[in-house]
């Protein structure tokens, strides 16, 4: 099913390569793999040979990861954006992933039967929908009975939880008063054009608890960012290549437009835009990279949220 035209709004954001590029990246350092495979998968609990649902898989970041580790499984990915579906297809072709299929289709009204799926899964997409509580809805109802539902969904409430060694010392009282202050705005203003919200992922257990879901374990992931000269433990390769895809020059100002746009949503200026946009010095942190001298550990409240439909016999 495609997206009707009186279908909730979903923040279309993500189809530029740029974007594209960066989220791909960033399927790499999502996760620690030991942290998905001994925590993650058996709490999934998925029987052999089950068919497992990924809502807005975007460029298939977590359907991949489950596919690698789980060749028994039969995931479909789906996703509004085609231009994201075909990259995703691509990148399962390359891999030689055939336990898994993307399809397109609207988040908020999902085209499959009721009880179809022993998991039902989405990871950074419940921040991005106008209206979170029924897509979680419509994920319990497309659960079998004692089927699993997680969400990987984060909380930002603006303060800054990173550190830099460039721009660290840079940073004075007032420029954190300030950086909180606008980064509220921007929050309110995403939810005011209905394209989510951001402080979504603690709230998470009680969208799932009021589909009426058992919410069983709530929890962190453990991913920390870290790159530390002289950089010589492999992990740091990845993070290094994230980091160098978010510092890229925005040449065409992207960033900008959109910030502007969200600032005027919540009621401030293009002037607080602006200067939330330069309020980081990325070229000194772009040479820092270059130079092999950057520090930078940064992690952010990623709730993972596991629930299970009730046994249908008992509810």
Same mark, same amino acid.
């Given at each position: 099913?495609?997206?009707?035209? /009186?279908?909730?709004?979903? %923040? ?32 999934? %609990?998925?029987?052999?040979? *089950? ?9 298939? *970041? ?13 995931? @479909? ?6 231009? $994201? ?13 055939? %336990? ?39 994920? $319990? ?13 984060? @909380? ?57 879901? /058992?919410?069983? /374990? ?49 009621? *401030? ?23 092999? %001298? ?10 993972? @949220? ?10």
């Amino acid at each position: 099913m495609t997206k009707r035209s /009186d279908s909730p709004k979903m %923040n279309s954001t993500w189809v530029d390569e740029d974007t594209a590029n960066y989220l791909r990246l960033r399927v790499k350092t999502f996760y620690n793999a030991d942290y998905f495979e001994r925590v993650v998968l058996p709490l999934l %609990n998925i029987p052999q040979h *089950g068919q497992v649902l990924d809502v807005g898989c975007g460029y298939g *970041g977590l359907s991949t990861i489950l596919a690698e580790l789980r060749p028994d499984l039969q995931i @479909t990915g789906l996703d509004i954006e085609a231009a $994201a579906l075909e990259s995703a297809a691509n990148g399962a072709r390359q891999n030689g992933l055939t %336990n898994l299929t993307f399809e397109q289709g609207d988040a908020h009204r999902l085209k499959y039967e009721d009880c179809r799926f022993a998991a039902v899964l989405c990871q950074t997409v419940l921040t991005h929908v106008q209206d979170a509580g029924s897509v979680v809805r419509e994920m $319990a109802r497309v659960l079998k009975s004692n089927g699993v539902f997680m969400a990987a969904e984060y @909380t930002s409430i603006g303060p800054v939880s990173t550190y830099n060694s460039v721009e660290d010392e840079k940073r004075d009282d007032a420029w954190y008063e300030k950086i909180f202050r606008l980064s509220r705005l921007l929050i309110k203003g995403k939810r005011a054009l209905g394209r989510g919200d951001d402080r979504l992922g603690v709230r998470v257990p009680l969208l799932a608890a009021a589909a009426g879901l /058992d919410v069983f /374990d709530v929890r962190l992931n453990d991913r920390v960012l870290h790159v530390i000269p002289p950089y010589v433990h492999p992990k740091q390769a990845d993070y290094l290549e994230l980091l160098r895809a978010y510092y890229a020059p925005d040449p065409d100002c992207k960033g900008l437009t959109q910030n502007i746009e969200l600032m005027r949503a919540a009621g *401030g200026t293009e002037e607080d835009a602006e200067w939330f946009y330069n309020s980081g010095d990325t070229a000194a942190v772009r040479q820092a990279i270059t130079d092999g %001298n950057l520090t930078e550990i940064s992690a952010y409240m990623l709730y993972l @949220t596991f629930a299970r439909e009730p046994d249908q016999d008992i509810r």
